[in-house]
């Protein structure tokens, strides 16, 4: 049978077949040095916002967690007081909100040489799991934003009021240290995105007014 010449094709790019949202990428500067370390499910899930982040912010690094691995190059410890060679002398740091973490504002005034950031990227119940298996993600001191009243994110069951996906934390750390107008042109591409995901999971191009 032959194809319609109507008929979507995926993009390449994106993923998406009725709603690509290449064209939508918004142009997006920023000086953060961010890794996300990502849970080794959340590399087959659809709903993973770090992929988006990784597509708007080029300082960003992604790497895959291991329970058994070895200690990551960009982690500091007493025995490699260097980070990594892409990293410079930036401090490594996790944002994960915590009782010993410092407000982040409060943190980069006090580290006039730069950090790097370390975000989980995983569900809330998977990143707790991840920081109480490795130890040197334990010894990293913590950081924590100040979290906007709600999240655009419905993407997934189970979420507690309160919790923000990555691409939300990566928003708000921007509005926090450089740019709120920056941080407002994520935001508004990623409402923009959720649309477009719910249109492609349903399998219909976004109605447009």
Same mark, same amino acid.
Request: hydrophobic content about 35%; aromatic content about 8%.
């Given at each position: ?95 994960? *909100?915590?009782? #010993?973490?410092? &407000?982040?504002?409060?943190? $980069?005034? /006090?580290?006039? +040489? ?5 975000? %989980? ?19 990293? *001191?913590?950081? #924590?934003?100040? &979290?906007?009243?709600?999240? $655009?994110? /419905?993407?997934? +069951? ?5 919790? %923000? ?32 995901? /719910?249109?492609? +999971? ?8």
């Amino acid at each position: 049978m032959n194809q319609s010449p109507h008929l979507a094709t995926t993009c390449v790019r994106c993923g998406f077949q009725h709603n690509c949202y290449c064209d939508a990428i918004p142009t997006i500067t920023s000086d953060l040095s961010i890794t996300l370390l990502t849970h080794p499910n959340e590399t087959s899930r659809a709903t993973n916002t770090g992929q988006i982040v990784k597509q708007l912010l080029a300082n960003t690094h992604v790497d895959i967690w291991q329970r058994k691995g070895p200690i990551p190059s960009y982690i500091a410890s007493k025995e490699r007081p260097s980070i990594c060679e892409h990293k410079g002398n930036a401090t490594p740091v996790l944002v994960f *909100p915590s009782e #010993s973490s410092v &407000p982040l504002t409060q943190w $980069q005034s /006090q580290h006039p +040489r730069g950090s790097h950031f370390i975000l %989980l990227d995983a569900t809330w119940q998977e990143a707790r799991k991840m920081l109480n298996r490795s130890e040197w993600l334990q010894a990293l *001191p913590q950081v #924590s934003i100040t &979290p906007p009243a709600s999240s $655009q994110y /419905q993407l997934r +069951r189970n979420q507690q009021s309160g919790n %923000l996906c990555t691409f939300e934390v990566v928003a708000q750390m921007i509005n926090e240290l450089e740019s709120d107008k920056t941080a407002r042109t994520m935001l508004a591409f990623f409402k923009d995105y959720l649309a477009r995901y /719910q249109a492609e +999971r349903c399998g219909h191009r976004l109605d447009r007014p």
